[in-house]
């Protein structure tokens, strides 16, 4: 009996010394198994970033090269089709959120630090131009002329720019087009064809001939004149996912940023039409209506459709301020030439801001609840505040303390009940003003108009 007991001891031993050893060897390979996994999937992840990385750098290198008006033809024939890029190469990119940005430069950062020391310097020897149009002129101004610019099927000037050394004016419309007027002329310039959606904002840049679209299409454009005057596309930047409401050049002119309804702001480069980086504020609850640079270039104000006016520090990226107290979306942002004086207009009228204390030193409200204002502007000289909504309305700008006297208020000659842009022509001498219907109006001196007569 105990023979027969010890045989099957032996046995069952046996039995189990072999089990362990198949779990030993079956732990080896799955071990080994796992580890060629791990491997595969870090040489996957690598390829994969790798891949994204010469995606970006080619995208930019694309950028990059400069557009000679000997091949900028060839370039727009092969490239695009009525201003539209190839789609296909363009899917191709990854996403926004992922593109690699070279950020903003040391040498970017001084060149902003110099322009904005110059212009500091400069403003506190400026006088006011002896050119500048008195009150007693803009009292008397009038609707001189009315120049249908955009389609009729789809109306409404949305935005609107004068150039700041030529007679020119750009308008951006309903109908996905921009426009480039001549005032004295009389006469369209060009007609940019490109974006599939409205055009939210126009600007133009003081050198080389360049103008600025963004659009509702979610995309900005580069256009560049050529010397028959007529635009063609540089660029056409995608870097952000939803509708773009803002660009606004930079003072240096080689550098502007865009807003837009996905949360971020973009900086440029213009020349090359780079991101150099785009900021993502995680406070943002909704997205950017309306952004402009300050005179001297070291701040940036945005608004948004939370009622928020934010202020930030350009070389840092960093939201410095906040102001509140709109009401609704903050349709526009304009900063006086005087350097302290900011303001913005909402659906509930137009607020006055004082950066160097921070706080809100006046409040207009020219309109009822149900009228937003859409659009509101200081001179170049910083000595008069349009406003635009179911009427324009222009006020003499006072100190902080004193009244902000109305000089004159222009009835809307549309019929639609909407002044959707108002600009200052050089030295006050005239306004454009976009509205509901498709027509630009610019209004001035009788008397300006009898002499062109």
């Known amino acids: 009996m105990l023979g027969l ?5 032996d046995a069952v031993m046996l039995s189990n010394y072999a089990l362990e050893q198949q779990l030993h060897t079956a732990r080896q390979e799955l071990s080994h198994a796992l580890y060629q996994h791990d491997a595969a999937c870090r040489v996957i992840a690598r390829l994969k970033k790798e891949r994204d990385e010469a995606r970006a750098l080619l995208a930019q290198a694309d950028r ?6 000997s091949n900028l033809a060839a370039s727009n024939a092969s490239t695009m089709s009525n201003g539209k890029r190839d789609l296909e190469r363009d899917d191709e990119l990854p996403p926004p959120s992922k593109r690699i940005r070279q950020g903003i430069t040391p040498e970017i950062i001084k060149e902003l630090t110099d322009c904005n020391a110059m212009l500091s310097s400069q403003r506190k020897r400026r006088q006011i131009s002896p050119t500048l149009a008195p009150v007693e002129a803009l009292e008397r101004y009038t609707q001189l002329s009315s120049h249908p610019l955009h389609k009729t099927n789809k109306p409404g000037i949305l935005c609107a720019d004068i150039h700041p050394s030529k007679g020119l004016i750009s308008t951006g419309g ?3 087009n921009a426009v480039v007027f001549d005032r004295s002329a009389g006469q369209i310039i060009s007609t940019l064809s490109g974006h599939t959606k409205r055009v939210t904002s126009v600007k133009f840049v003081a050198r080389d001939d360049l103008l600025l679209t963004g659009s509702a299409d979610k995309t900005v454009r580069i256009w560049q004149a050529n010397e028959d005057g007529a635009y063609n596309c540089r660029h056409v ?3 952000h996912i939803a509708e773009v409401h803002a660009v606004t050049v930079h003072a240096t002119n080689n550098y502007f940023v865009t807003a837009s309804m996905d949360k971020t702001w973009c900086f440029y480069d213009l020349s090359s039409g780079l991101c150099l980086t785009q900021v993502n504020d995680p406070g943002i609850e909704d997205g950017y209506t309306s952004a402009a640079f300050h005179p001297d270039g070291l701040i940036l104000g945005t608004g948004t459709t939370e009622s928020l006016v934010r202020i930030w520090d350009v070389k840092t990226q960093a939201n410095v301020a906040k102001f509140d107290g709109h009401s609704g979306a903050v349709t526009d942002i ?5 350097g302290y004086f900011l303001a913005t207009a909402g659906y509930d009228g137009v607020k006055l801001w004082d950066l160097r204390k921070l706080k809100n030193f006046r409040t207009f409200t020219p309109y009822d609840s149900n009228t937003p204002t859409n659009s509101v502007q200081f001179d170049y000289s910083g000595s008069y505040l349009a406003i635009a909504g179911s009427d324009i309305r222009v006020y003499q700008v006072a100190s902080v303390k004193q ?3 109305s000089i004159k208020t222009f009835l809307d000659l549309s019929g639609t009940g909407k002044a959707s842009c108002v600009r200052f022509g050089p030295d006050a001498t005239y306004l454009a003003v976009g509205t509901g219907d498709r027509n630009l109006r610019i209004f001035g001196s009788p008397d300006a108009a009898s002499e062109a007569l």
């Open 403 to 405: 009244e902000w006297n």
């Open 5 to 9: 007991f010890q045989n099957e001891w």
């Open 334 to 338: 304009s900063f006086s030439e005087n």
């Open 64 to 69: 990059q090269i400069p557009m000679l008006p």
């Open 174 to 176: 309903a109908d996905a």
């Open 237 to 239: 930047l995608k870097d």
